[in-house]
């Protein structure tokens, strides 16, 4: 299995509080991916990394901000937390972009109250 | 705009029985890989197929892709409780460093 953690694994929080998940790897490969998981919506892409300090916005990136300051971490920011943001986040790595397959976290089950 | 429709969203199925999910889409796509997903964890991928016409095999599973590249297909033999999951096809972006996931067939196989 590809050297991918997740944390927290679960996180309750309250509406209005900043949250910030931490995706690490150990493969050194150059693409990272957060996504979110919502019943009737599939994995939608929130943001991506194509290097350190290179980002670019997915599709539901409002409310959302992202840092990678080294290869192995890519950190997800909810800026102030909203009901809306409830769902599952995965975090996913890929060698070489697009074309290449994509390893996946275990995720991160976040409730906001 | 949903790129990558999945069918049918929910099958029931015994163990034994044989089973299609389709992958469909109205644009061209350079290749489309297959996912698996399990309860509690992260998809993983099962395939990649690349050129149109192309059959490949896992097992008990037969992926084909369209001779179009615009749809696939993922074909079960005798699924086993084991399969049980949630199946998901994803397509590269066209222009974008980026994956588009369909919304995913889930399957529950009981014994």
């Known amino acids: 299995d590809a050297g991918i953690t997740q944390s927290p694994r679960h996180k309750v929080t309250e509406t209005g509080t900043p949250v910030t998940l931490r995706c690490h790897q150990t493969e050194n490969h150059r693409y990272m991916y957060w996504y979110r998981q919502d019943p009737g919506h599939g994995l939608r892409l929130i943001h991506y990394s194509y290097g350190v300090k290179d980002t670019d916005k997915g599709e539901v990136s409002d409310g959302y901000s992202v840092s990678r300051s080294k290869t192995e971490d890519f950190l997800l920011t909810l800026e102030s937390a909203t009901s809306s943001q409830t769902s599952v986040y995965f975090c996913?790595?890929?060698?070489?972009?697009?074309?290449?397959?994509?390893?996946f976290g275990p995720g991160t089950r976040l409730t906001v109250l | 705009t949903q790129l990558l429709e999945q069918s049918p969203q929910f099958l029931s199925i015994q163990e034994g029985e044989n089973l299609t999910v389709y992958c469909n889409s109205s644009?061209?796509?350079?290749?489309l890989q297959w996912y698996r997903q399990e309860p509690g964890e992260g998809p993983v991928l099962l395939v990649t197929v690349v050129t149109g016409g192309e059959v490949k095999k896992l097992k008990r599973l037969t992926f084909q892709f369209g001779d179009a590249r615009k749809d696939s297909s993922l074909h079960i033999t005798a699924a086993q409780p084991g399969d049980t999951g949630l199946y998901l096809c994803a397509g590269p972006y066209t222009g974008f460093q980026k994956l588009v996931f369909g919304t995913g067939t889930r399957l529950l196989v009981s014994p």
């Open positions: 644009s061209v796509f350079s290749s």
């Open positions: 996913a790595i890929s060698e070489q972009g697009q074309e290449n397959p994509q390893f």
